[in-house]
């Protein structure tokens, strides 16, 4: 059996549990530590109450354990287990125990507790060596984090950087395995495919002109993503003419909502009931857009589909950047910064001049003009991203499962008193 420890319910990894089920060859359970998103939760960065509405509780086995009263995945103290993790992993027959990073206390119990269980450790997480730390701090993360290292048995990286980051705290080869961060591929370019047709009317409700090239922002509106550099940038975009007339689409909520309506003449807003904001005559030139609102998973693809390019503008606290696995699979360029954690493995392979350095409006714009002069069929997106696919990770699973599986019975045959 494998046992599979997560914070709650994730719209990006539900698909996995249930690839497993379908794929057959791995006993598992999944076990959540709280039901966030589930039911009406508040998202404090989006600025909004809501549940994802695709069913994540459906398709695989699972169960909630008893966790600290208030218990929620943003706090580190709050986020822990109130019960004996590890007679709950004994009783279950674990082999090994898959955990999904360190941001939670459950995650360090977790880890503590899995060799006094006897079963082996796993981790699959989102961190990178993309962000700078300090020296000091360097070496204080370097003596708790390679404490926890320690325990594990096996690492599942995601991409290049979160690689790079095991191996500089020392993790070595034969403990590094690719489980590349995806998204349901198949489901995102299925749903691109039947609202195509539909391209022209889903534009003209967000008040997008035909002949405009659009410019997609999609996520949380918040520093760390700097949704505000792609304004800057549209600025520059109309000051040197090289792109005709564009529009921008923003995607989305969140503590930035004012500042961005401000720097834009908007053609449509979700939030003010698809009304159109009346023009400031303050003299200042701002580019047209539109303001969708927070678009839930089986409405997004509206946005990927009504748009012509994408952009994930943010600094290194964007660990990877999932908008992007979505918007490829949809057949939707996309451009980012460096300082993302998808760009090394997505988008620099192939397009490098789509990548620029976080917090440049200069290569941001220079990175749009790219796209716009390039000729786009999906394709090549599509292919990209088909590399990063869940029965990548399935695939793996059962690779380490079944080594695992194969070891202990080694260890019974050699030591048949045990």
Request: glycine share 8%; hydrophobic share 40%.
């Amino acid at each position: 059996m494998l046992i599979i420890l997560c914070t709650h319910p994730i719209q990006y990894q539900v698909p996995i549990w249930q690839a497993l089920v379908q794929d057959g060859r791995v006993p598992f359970e999944v076990w959540y530590v709280t039901d966030r998103h589930t039911r009406l939760s508040h998202d404090r960065e989006f600025g909004k109450t809501f549940a994802w509405d695709i069913k994540t509780l459906e398709g695989y086995p699972y169960r909630f354990l008893n966790a600290s009263l208030g218990a929620t995945p943003s706090s580190f103290w709050k986020c822990r287990l109130t019960e004996d993790l590890g007679a709950r992993l004994k009783n279950s027959g674990a082999k090994a125990l898959w955990i999904q990073g360190w941001q939670v206390t459950a995650y360090w119990q977790a880890a503590f507790l899995a060799k006094r269980a006897g079963v082996d450790l796993w981790l699959r997480a989102e961190s990178n060596d993309l962000k700078y730390v300090p020296p000091w701090k360097r070496l204080i993360k370097r003596w708790v984090l390679g404490e926890f290292f320690r325990r594990v048995d096996h690492f599942l990286y995601i991409g290049i950087a979160n690689r790079r980051l095991y191996e500089t705290f020392g993790a070595p080869p034969g403990k590094l395995h690719a489980a590349p961060y995806a998204v349901d591929n198949e489901r995102f370019a299925r749903q691109a495919a039947a609202l195509r047709p539909h391209r022209a009317s889903l534009r003209r409700q967000w008040g997008i002109a035909d002949d405009a090239f659009c410019i997609l922002f999609c996520g949380k509106f918040i520093r760390k993503k700097h949704p505000s550099d792609l304004i800057d940038a549209a600025r520059l975009l109309h000051e040197n003419g090289q792109i005709p007339k564009f529009h921008l689409l923003f995607v989305g909520s969140g503590e930035l909502s004012g500042e961005l309506r401000q720097g834009c003449s908007i053609a449509f807003d979700s939030d003010a009931g698809g009304l159109q904001a009346p023009l400031l005559d303050d003299g200042c030139w701002r580019p047209s857009a539109t303001f969708a609102g927070f678009l839930n998973q089986t409405a997004i693809s509206q946005a990927y589909v009504a748009a012509d390019c994408l952009v994930l503008p943010s600094d290194s606290g964007e660990t990877w950047g999932l908008v992007v696995n979505e918007a490829m699979a949809s057949g939707l360029p996309c451009a980012a910064s460096r300082a993302c954690g998808c760009t090394d493995d997505l988008l620099f392979p192939d397009w490098p001049e789509r990548t620029f350095d976080a917090g440049d409006q200069i290569g941001l714009a220079n990175s749009i003009v790219q796209i716009y002069l390039g000729n786009h069929s999906g394709e090549a997106e599509r292919q990209r991203i088909s590399s990063h696919s869940i029965q990548t990770t399935v695939d793996q699973i059962v690779f380490l499962y079944r080594t695992n599986l194969a070891q202990s019975r080694e260890v019974i045959r050699a030591c048949p008193q045990l």
